[in-house]
């Protein structure tokens, strides 16, 4: 797929890999920094096996998208434990906004109004689609989701940045980053059941590498704010899984938001014409 559209294709698959993250870990009895740990340790070993990245150029954004990962993740897990589910994964798909300001200054792609207006719209249809949600955790809570998604947007700029080997090299030595830095919280209580062995098997190799393998095939054609406004698909996808398994019912305004996100995405995407292809600058 080498047009813009069939990238976004590769980004909607990467949001429905991820969205299952929340049916995944509701399915865990263990701490979430030691799902966090193996999740990422089993996604770094799927990703060796599928990307098998050799020569790596330790460049600035490649060690940016690399540590902006590990924050990411690690600060949005932070998150969900200090605050409400809502909250965190709200303040991390805030994240949008950052990368719309920052893509035309760091990648030197057009800033378009049809991505302003539809980045404004889609974050007015999460707002909707949280009503009677938000509220409670606590201020550190909320500041770490914040943080979480100031670094989402960093990485989705790194990644774009260096594309390809360096993106995919980017996310496999990402997820090793992750294992490495929580391995000393969790390492004196590493048994896990069958149950959770299973489903820690599917958040690492589905929810983690399959997804980011998506995610970096997408970004080779598709500009950096399209594919965090295509993201967006990842909360409005994830309580559709919890449904269907769990029988947890979404209510109206999250069904009113969800579909107000999904025309946004679809509206910003069907454009006449193939998209035109940009050429990322390197930096200063």
């Not at 490649?62 to 409400?84: D, E, P, Q, R």
């Not at 959770?196 to 998506?214: D, E, K, P, R």
Request: with cysteine; aromatic share 12%; charged share 10%.
């Amino acid at each position: 797929m080498k047009s813009g559209f069939g990238g976004i294709w590769w980004v909607v698959a990467a949001a429905l890999l991820w969205s299952s993250g929340g049916l995944g870990i509701k399915s865990v009895a263990d701490p979430a920094l030691k799902v966090a740990f193996y999740r990422s340790a089993i996604a770094a070993v799927v990703l060796f096996a599928i990307f098998r990245p050799r020569a790596v150029r330790w460049t600035v954004p490649f060690l940016t998208a690399i540590g902006s990962y590990a924050i990411c993740l690690t600060t949005f897990v932070l998150a969900t434990k200090m605050t409400t589910a809502a909250n965190a994964i709200f303040l991390q798909y805030s994240g949008v906004v950052w990368v719309l300001v920052a893509s035309p200054l760091v990648l030197k792609e057009t800033l378009r109004r049809r991505d302003a207006i539809a980045c404004t719209v889609a974050i007015g249809g999460m707002a909707l689609f949280f009503i009677g949600r938000f509220g409670g955790g606590t201020m550190a809570g909320n500041l770490m989701g914040l943080v979480s998604g100031i670094f989402f947007a960093i990485l989705v700029v790194a990644l774009r940045f260096e594309r390809g080997a360096g993106a995919e090299a980017a996310v496999t030595w990402g997820n090793v980053l992750v294992a490495v830095a929580l391995f000393p919280f969790v390492f004196d209580d590493l048994a896990v059941t069958p149950v959770s062995l299973g489903w820690l098997l599917f958040l690492g190799v589905f929810q983690i590498a399959l997804a980011y393998a998506c995610f970096v095939k997408g970004l080779e054609s598709v500009t950096a704010t399209a594919a965090s406004l295509t993201g967006m698909i990842e909360p409005v996808s994830n309580p559709v899984w919890v449904f269907l398994v769990l029988g947890e019912r979404p209510s109206p305004w999250a069904i009113a938001g969800g579909v107000i996100v999904l025309a946004a995405i679809a509206w910003r995407t069907i454009e006449t014409g193939p998209p035109h292809r940009r050429k990322v600058a390197p930096p200063d």
